[in-house]
């Protein structure tokens, strides 16, 4: 009986996180622009998390357009109240989520139209990101952003070359 009462809490204790974040939400304001789908939000509790865009993949900073991804992402949100939903919490403890502006633009889905991310398709599982997917594919057709490069390189593509340069 024991081990049935462990078991069983061990189920609890490990599901109750993945139930708490699932209809979670944050309000507050942009303080800080790490890269173009990374922010930090200032809550009112003056907590400060930090928001990894759900779904988009930005170029990194040292890549072809990542710092024009990063100043994107700052025009839109910098200084700026912010609502996110959370979808998840990624390996490094980030808050990962879909950002609103007050004005109700979802910026993931306005870096993708402006041709400053690619659908993250390894992590985007969401049934929006079958929507999102079109919205790249028209800036990709639209030669928008870094689809104005023959051969734009992935950030996860350019992520692995260079730790395989570091080897």
């Not at 865009?53 to 912010?82: H, M, N, W």
């Amino acid at each position: 009986m024991l081990v049935l009462a462990r078991i069983f809490l061990c189920l609890l204790f490990c599901a109750f996180p993945v139930l708490s974040f699932a209809a979670q939400t944050i309000d507050g304001k942009v303080v800080r622009v790490a890269d173009g789908d990374t922010i930090t939000v200032l809550t009112d509790q003056k907590r400060q998390i930090k928001v990894r865009l759900y779904g988009i993949d930005c170029p990194e900073s040292r890549q072809a357009y990542g710092s024009r991804a990063k100043q994107f992402t700052s025009g839109k949100v910098f200084g700026r109240r912010v609502h996110v939903e959370v979808m998840d919490i990624d390996r490094y403890g980030r808050t990962v989520g879909i950002v609103t502006t007050a004005d109700g633009t979802v910026v993931n889905r306005e870096l993708l139209a402006y041709g400053m991310a690619w659908v993250y398709t390894a992590y985007c599982k969401a049934p929006l990101c079958r929507e999102w997917k079109q919205v790249e594919q028209k800036a990709r057709q639209a030669k928008v952003g870094l689809w104005a490069d023959k051969s734009p390189v992935p950030p996860w593509e350019w992520r692995k070359l260079k730790r395989e340069e570091w080897r």
